[in-house]
């Protein structure tokens, strides 16, 4: 009847285990800042449909390998995964996530163009894609709906080419912006 589990700022250390996966009714389970190591699968998530908060930050020896076919059981609000590693590029099982508010993959090692699905999933409040080698342009950010808080966007330290894309111009959530140390070209949109 676990709901919510927080180990972070720890000493743990090795594998998570998969019957973690049997927690049907947690909710939250923080992990970060400790010396996780291995490999996360879908198993690890098997029966947690109930999921909503997922840190998981600074576990630098810690991967996470997923199908890109994968449907998750649940339905985050938070992912945080920066400093840990993420195979396979992009993950592909977020585009099923409709719930989501604070995305963080920062120096996540995530490489490639940010995949089109990403441009029809609602405006996620607080998105983090920092200090990773994304490339391509800008285009395919989220842009659906209005968030109506003020939220950071985070692009920092990454391989993205081309102009500052216009839509940005039309993203009035958006308190703070960092487009720094990428390679794009052009002007300054006007509206910025």
């Known amino acids: 009847s676990l709901r919510?589990?927080?180990?972070s700022r720890n000493l743990l250390n090795g594998n998570i285990p998969v019957s973690i996966g049997e927690l049907a009714?947690?909710?939250?389970?923080?992990i970060s800042y400790n010396f996780l190591k291995g490999v996360v699968y879908e198993a690890h998530f098997a029966n947690l449909s109930m999921l909503n908060n997922f840190d998981a930050s600074f576990n630098m020896k810690l991967t996470f390998n997923v199908s890109r076919e994968w449907m998750p059981p649940f339905q985050l609000v938070t992912l945080q995964l920066d400093s840990?590693?993420?195979a396979n590029?992009?993950?592909q099982w977020l585009r099923n996530q409709r719930k989501i508010e604070m995305l963080v993959l920062s120096n996540a090692t995530v490489s490639g163009p940010l995949p089109t699905w990403l441009q029809k999933m609602k405006i996620i409040p607080f998105l983090d894609l920092s200090h990773n080698k994304l490339s391509g342009p800008l285009t395919n950010l989220p842009n659906r709906g209005y968030f109506g808080g003020?939220?950071?966007?985070?692009l920092e330290?990454?391989?993205f080419n081309g102009s500052i894309?216009?839509?940005l111009c039309t993203r009035?959530?958006?308190d703070y912006l960092d487009l720094s140390r990428n390679r794009l070209t052009g002007k300054i949109p006007k509206c910025l």
């Open 157 to 159: 330290n990454n391989l």
């Open 165 to 167: 894309p216009s839509s």
């Open 4 to 7: 919510a589990m927080k180990l």
């Open 172 to 174: 009035k959530d958006v």
């Open 150 to 154: 003020l939220s950071p966007l985070l």
């Open 89 to 91: 590029g992009f993950p």
């Open 84 to 86: 840990c590693n993420i």
């Open 25 to 30: 009714k947690l909710q939250s389970l923080d």
